[in-house]
């Protein structure tokens, strides 16, 4: 995990990236590296070679990157001197994915660079290409003998990791036919955010909390990661993926491994990814039966959000105007270990909704006997813990307290952690930390191919019965609401809700 170093910590760095004139590149990549570079957490020798199929220029690849750290750098304001001295170290290199020549040529180059700084590099190899080039590139970058050093050479893999438990054991079985498994990072981008990494320190750096985290005093969980952004410009990959695939079976299932696995006995990655790994094994599996009644499906039609007319799903461009695509997913599942036994575990994740909120609410039991006057509580609400993912970064924790006043008055009140208040620092974007840790070869915030396949395994059952059924009341949820009104009754029939959110 990233633990702020100056460049002398790091090594020479060839940053290979495949699809380099793509959107990822452009919005993410560059500008995390920029960021990097600006917050002096590069290596003082390393290099960017974008590799495309389009015919580029690196001045011109580089008027674009410009452009895309102008738009997305966290730092805003960027200085010509600054980002010309950055974008010096941007090349592009014209090549087919398909082509061993694209290969040869890149490790020809990156020997190059190493004869220059006059020592060897690391040497990462970025997939921001579309998913479909996944399963191509690491046999190239194994004939052309770019994957052999286990210490000096990696391959990162962005999500989607497959398209179900088949394709994703395919792509880690390539994957592991060209690498070892410690040269592998795939991305979740979720596990970057500062956050989400907060989860372990908030568990397991204070005593105070790691006794009440069990079914004794946790009556649900509910996890949240709504978004009112539709799917933008991105229709012809979402209308073949879905909620489930896009959102639970990587970032939702992300979090419910950090909130419900077992204390880690060091920081060691693969330690920590173990426990996580532990979480999934326990989850009980949805049997075919039982998924209309455990997991809610939902697609979003023409609604009103922020004063704004929005279309419906199936209107938006590259979607079929006859789309069974969810746009929205709510589940619930228990974790059968001595831990959870018998705590449902709420997970919803939803386009064209109200606002943007991720977060994880820890909703604990009632108190054993209610020794106070029944007229002291009519606003009673048990104790509740949210873990405020975005946007909202921080902790609040909600329990009752006595009104002022003559009489004994209850009422809820809130106890509230900001990262902005407690912090001086800003939060780095979660692409700054993952490439940080790339570039130093720590691989806690990556799946492992397990638990990739883990995750998978869990939400076959679901897939597979949402495949063979026709959602026949798509649009089921007016864009700029919370979602279908079955979400609201899975956790009604247990007593439990959402957390409401203004
Ligand atoms: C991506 C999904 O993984 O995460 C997108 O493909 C989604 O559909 C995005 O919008 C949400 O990430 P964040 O960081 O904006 O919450």
Redesign the pocket.
Known sequence: MRNKKTNDRLEPTVFVIFGGAGDLTWRKLVPALFDLSRDRSMPADFSVIAVDRVELSDEKLRRRLHDGVRKFSRQGMVKTAEWGEFARHIHYQQGDFKELQTYTALGEQCAKLEKEWGVKGHRIFYMATPPSMFGEIPGYLGKAGLARDCEWERIVVE?PIGYDLKSARALNAILAANFEESQIFRID??LGKETVQNILAFRFANPLFEPIWNRRYVDYVTIT?A?A?GVEH?GGY?DHAGALR??VQ??LMQLLCLVAMEPMVSFDADEIRNKKVDVLHAVRPILPGAVHQCVVRGQYGRGTLHGKIMHGYRQEDDVSSHSRTETFAALKLFVDNWRWQGVPFYLRTGKRMPRQF?EVAIQFRTVPHQSFPPESGRDWHPSRLVLSI?PEEGIVMGFQAKFPGPKMLLRPVEMRFTYQDGFAVPSPE?YETLLWDVMSNDPTLFMRADQVEAAWGLLMPVLEVWAESTPRDFPNYVAGSWGPKAADALLAREGHAWRPIA
């Open positions: 999500k981008h979720y990661a978004e952004v991105r979402y896009d959102m990587n970032h991720s975005q979660a």
